[in-house]
């Protein structure tokens, strides 16, 4: 069973910067897809970016293109999410998610994810 821990959460002001880690117990993290997804109190699951297979090739949402930056160091088994330029519409629990056999396609759907973090609290204030 793959284990992920997401760290590195907490209160920061509008404009700040944030850098959320995901290091998992996996013995063969280059073979995943990790994807960053974010649930604001009240809302759904969202989307936030993914690192597609290792490749090096990233995808991201809309309301967080331009800011956020996902990058993955597998000696360590982290996969990183660095979050500048914040905002209060920021505000969310972000959780990591992993899968061995995701395809493109499904990136953005939450269910095609096997293993997910416990999530870690983003709090941007005014």
């Known amino acids: 069973q793959v284990q992920l821990v997401e760290s590195g959460g907490g209160l920061v002001q509008a404009g700040g910067s944030l850098r959320l880690s995901c290091v998992t117990s996996?013995?063969?993290?280059?073979?995943?897809?990790v994807g960053w997804f974010r649930q604001a109190p009240g809302k759904e699951r969202e989307f936030v970016g993914t690192e597609f297979r290792s490749y090096g090739r990233t995808y991201y949402a809309d309301s967080v293109k331009g800011r956020f930056t996902i990058s993955r160091d597998n000696a360590k088994n982290t996969v990183y999410l660095q979050m500048n330029s914040l905002k209060p519409e920021d505000t969310a629990v972000y959780y990591c998610a992993a899968d061995r056999s995701i395809i493109l396609s499904q990136i953005e759907e939450p269910g095609a994810y096997d293993y997910w973090g416990q999530g870690t609290q983003v709090s941007v204030s005014t």
């Open positions: 996996g013995s063969n993290f280059r073979a995943y897809t």
